[in-house]
């Protein structure tokens, strides 16, 4: 069991509307650990559209999704906020009163966070594997069907069929080439988007016959308990090869999907979490709702709402984290409270 | 302005007008066109917003750029008249355009 950390607040997503709620409760010298499913920060912006030109961020003209969250991680710096990268938060239990709130959030990596206030600003919820319209793949997901590897072991000796022709699919091929019994690609097409180097080092072994390449795609599985045993591969040139294979991973992509957020007891309406327009609270005392994933009149899906919601947000988190503070509302232009906080002064 | 038919994965079609110069996916969203996610909002990232062009229009549409094959091998079912909607821009030319649904897209 590892230990339980205690922090004031804990943010679900790291995107721009979860960076930013760090700089305001930061300046207001509050605490908070962000938990991201994705290997970075930066959400929809470093996920879908990094190299994407940005017009409608107030004060800048253009800037990439990418150019944003490498100046808000700057702007937050000052606030040394812990990130927990790769993980999903899974449980959201209240421990306090509604007066004086608290909750514990665990991950699906096994962190325990105790905390006073937790802000869901999960986006478009969490980006998790497509999973392909084959009949009956669910039934093998988690037995048989992989979309990452947690232990190579679960691959030695096995055939393995992996689909996709990006980074991820070539990765797999090469790393579980010397394990696996026999890897069979299937792609959509000749050409392959991975990097060089792995395209060419796949090329390499299927020319030397140690695995196989079809062009193709994959058109039902069969196996039973879960555990696959062969698949049949629609191939561009109108045959079907029946393959065996014992272990498939699928790589199409991401997705975003609401995921746990549906079980924390938050009143959900179409997806989203209903906040006031006050202070952007749920209707769980101290659980507040930030960016795309909230919902209220007239909300608008733009980064700029996100940036203002945290804000204000993060005046109410003020009140649960210091109930005995008096807030007194400063400008960072004057205050030299605010500066020293910032590293300026 | 010209008018762009879509036809969901179960046969059923509708028309609607289009701008030129906005997109197919744009179109598709405007209207409530059902199996068009465009989860990325058009930024050609995330393969939400495939179609499957009409025999007689694959030649006005054009074929997909490097980029757009690219993102393809995220999406279900490919055949070779696949397109990402968010990549086909309307013009008169595409007056009359007939686009099928697939019935995944995420």
């Known amino acids: 069991m590892s230990e339980t950390i205690t922090t004031d607040v804990v943010i679900v997503g790291a995107g721009p509307a979860g960076l930013f709620a760090v700089f305001e409760l930061g300046l207001l010298d509050i605490r908070a650990h962000l938990i991201d499913i994705l290997p970075r920060a930066g959400g929809q912006c470093s996920e879908l559209y990094p190299e994407k030109p940005i017009y409608d961020i107030p004060g800048f003209p253009i800037v990439t999704g990418q150019g944003l969250v490498d100046n808000l991680m700057k702007q937050i710096e000052p606030f040394h906020p812990t990130f927990h990268f790769g993980e999903m938060v899974e449980g959201l239990e209240t421990l306090g009163t509604s007066e004086h709130p608290s909750f514990r959030v665990t991950t699906d990596a096994g962190k325990t966070f105790e905390c006073k206030c937790v802000i869901v600003a999960a986006g478009g919820g969490s980006f998790q594997p497509k999973r392909p319209p084959i009949a009956g793949i669910d039934a093998y997901e988690g037995k048989s069907v992989f979309y990452a590897v947690r232990k190579m072991e679960d691959f030695r000796d096995k055939n393995v069929l992996i689909v996709g022709g990006g980074d991820s699919a070539l990765d797999w091929t090469l790393n579980l080439h010397p394990v696996a019994k026999r890897i069979t690609l299937v792609h959509r097409r000749d050409e392959f988007r991975g990097a060089p180097h792995s395209v060419n080092a796949m090329r390499e072994l299927v020319a030397g016959g140690k695995m196989d390449l079809l062009i193709g795609q994959v058109g039902a599985i069969a196996g039973d308990n879960g555990q696959l045993k062969t698949a049949t591969i629609k191939g561009n040139d109108g045959a079907a090869h029946e393959i065996a294979c014992e272990r498939m991973m699928p790589f199409f992509g991401l997705t975003m999907k609401l995921g746990p957020i549906a079980n924390w007891g938050l009143n959900l309406h179409e997806n989203l979490v209903p906040a006031d327009t006050e202070k952007f609270e749920t209707s769980t005392p101290g659980i507040f709702a930030i960016g795309d994933i909230n919902a209220y009149p007239g909300k608008l899906k733009l980064i700029l709402s996100g940036f203002h919601e945290g804000a204000l947000a993060a005046q109410k988190v003020h009140r649960y984290v210091y109930p005995d503070k008096k807030l007194t509302f400063q400008y960072t232009t004057s205050s030299t409270n605010l500066q020293k906080k910032l590293g300026v002064n | ?106």
């Open chain 2, 1 to 106: 302005m010209a008018k762009i038919t879509f036809v969901d994965s179960e046969g059923r079609s509708r028309t609607v007008d289009a701008e030129n110069g906005s997109t197919v996916m744009e179109t598709a969203i405007r209207n409530s066109i059902p199996e068009i996610l465009a989860e990325c909002g058009g930024a050609c990232a995330c393969a939400t917003c495939h179609v499957y062009v009409d025999d007689a229009w694959t030649e006005k549409t054009g074929k997909a750029s490097a980029m757009e094959e690219d993102m393809l091998d995220f999406a279900f079912e490919v055949q070779p008249n696949s397109r990402l909607s968010c990549q086909i821009k309307i013009s008169d030319a595409l007056d009359g355009l007939v686009v099928r649904t697939p019935g995944k897209q995420g």
